[in-house]
């Protein structure tokens, strides 16, 4: 049984970009702004979702090769990696560090070791939230 | 060097992590999760002589000094219960492996037994009580995977009941956390202490908060009168599982009613602590009313739980140094004691094919080794003499008398009396008896099942014969709970 969907579709198809963009600024935004990781994952999963509802299950694992699993490991690792790094400096666990860079178009930023950590929250989240929405989903 | 305190934590963490990824290859699980268990045994010994050696350490993460920051603290008391846990968890993690089942195996189930050490040892080593919430939670959550993990029937229903009762004590928690930030303004144990210590009149309100700590404590570690989660959950997941629960989780309860006992509500002992013992008296006579009523040999075993978690107590609320090096050497004790009659008694419902003690009897003819070892292991846990209950109980009843609370010395004597009644029932029905077996392996075996209780059993009577060696631990422990000030300049550094 296939109804449909072209508006939804269609409507996805742009408005997942949108999405996707968003939560990305949303996460870049945490250190001064209202944001950070958990919000932007949980932003980026919704997109994914959306994706999900647009679509079946197979086409977004054939468009998405990925076991969410791994990604929630992945981020776990880089997270308690990043606390890691700071045995290098004799610096006690989680220490984070910050510094100014002059990049080509965008000019002096601001970048701090802290992204990083948020970085795994965000693979963290990303991960567990799909890995609970598929295996939901796929029992039917 | 600065950063020794992480390791017990970030150890377990670490491999759980890599437990994740390659889900079917068993054969590195196992090697993985057993040598990483094995290094946490020489990471926490290490931890212990430096702090012997050196006094406590803090680890403060992130660089932030402590009221502000989260610190790690390493006392004499963690410190000896991460070297335990770390004891008890490579015997069960042994015995797991023999017995627990490729399928459970394949379904993280290593990964899940390292979260949930993670979550003890943070617990354990954490000096912010906030953080000590989120290791609770660490710990618990891995407790909710691994009580349902494999879905039995039993296991789905009791789960229910477990994370249900769970859900609600760390609301708990959270309100009277909240409360207490609300009244003294931080969070660190050590300047909650100091704060407390420092107010001129008596504030009713800060005991109104340590009577809530107490429920919630009292909910993990299964107190009088809410212990009642308790039976049914320990004796629905599968009996390696079940041990590290018996010997550890309840144990998390327990430490986290000693620091907040004598480390941070001090201000009213004559209400809290008279509160504490009574409810310990309380919580020791349920247990082994409980233990003794019972057929089912899991059953006894986890009401025997719930009586050591009163004796603790009692040690606790007596707040005499005396009393308290006995409730840190009977905890100790009974974490190791607790996870070998755990396995003992998984292996013996192995062999017997059931648990129920009217179906068993004469497994000692086949089983000689696995009968004359839970026969040593009973004699440690009623305590007597060259084992090594001994010398905890014998501590916290000098340390009640000390306190002059005589009645409950009595209850807890006829108590002890009666777990030994109750466990050698086990023995005479379970072990002699009339012969049930025709074989050795007629419902299955213990190849495999008996080295693990072996190394638990030589480690209790290492504690007793070498109470020499471990009392002074203890008695360093007990001093520094029974002076906070010791802990206090320690972490904040005055």
Sequence with gaps: MKSNDVILQTVTNIVLFIILMFSVFIFFNGHHEPGGGFIGGLMTSSALVLLLLAYDLETVKRVLPVDFKHVTAAGLLVAVGTGMGSFFFDAPFLSQTYGYRHFPVLGELELATALIFDIGVYLVVVGITLTIIQTIGEDR | MTNLLIWPILLPLLTGILLLFPRNQIRFQRVLSAVSAVALIAVTVFILWTVQNEGIQTLELGGWTPPFGIVLVGDMLAVLLTTTTAVV??????????????????????????????????????????????????????????????????????????????????????????????????????????????????????????????????????????????????????????????????????????????VIFTHDTGFTHQLLAVLAACTMAIGVIGAVAHQDVKKILVYNVIAAVGFVLFGVSTLTETGMAGAIFYLIHDIIIKGALFLLIGAMVIVAGTSHLKNMGGLIKHHPRLGWMFFTAVMALVGVPPLSGFIGKLLIIQGGAEAGQYVIIAVMMAASLLVLYSMIRIFLYGFYGQIQLETADQYGSTKGLLLPCAFLIAVSAFLGLGAEAVYPLAATAAETLHEPQIYIDAVLKE
């Design chain 2, 89 to 262: 968890s490579l015997p069960i993690l042994l015995f797991a492996m023999s017995s627990i089942g490729k399928e459970r195996e394949q379904f993280y189930f290593y990964a899940f037994y390292q979260f949930l050490i993670t979550g003890v040892m943070g617990a354990f080593l954490t000096g912010d009580i906030f953080n000590l919430f989120v290791c609770f939670e660490v710990m618990l959550i891995s407790s909710y995977i691994l009580i349902v993990h494999g879905g039995t029937k039993k296991q789905l229903r009791e789960s229910f009941k477990y994370v249900l009762v769970n859900i609600i004590s760390s609301a708990f928690f959270v309100i009277a956390v909240a409360y207490l930030y609300a009244v003294t303004g931080t969070l660190n144990m050590a300047q909650l202490s100091q704060r407390i210590n420092s107010l001129e009149s008596d504030a009713p309100v800060l005991t109104v908060i340590a009577v809530l700590f107490l429920i919630v404590f009292g909910l993990k570690g299964a107190l009088f009168p809410l212990y009642f989660w308790l039976p049914a959950s320990y004796t629905a997941p599968p009996s390696a599982i079940a041990a590290i629960f018996g010997a550890l989780l309840t144990k998390v309860g327990m430490y986290s009613i000693f620091r907040t006992y004598t």
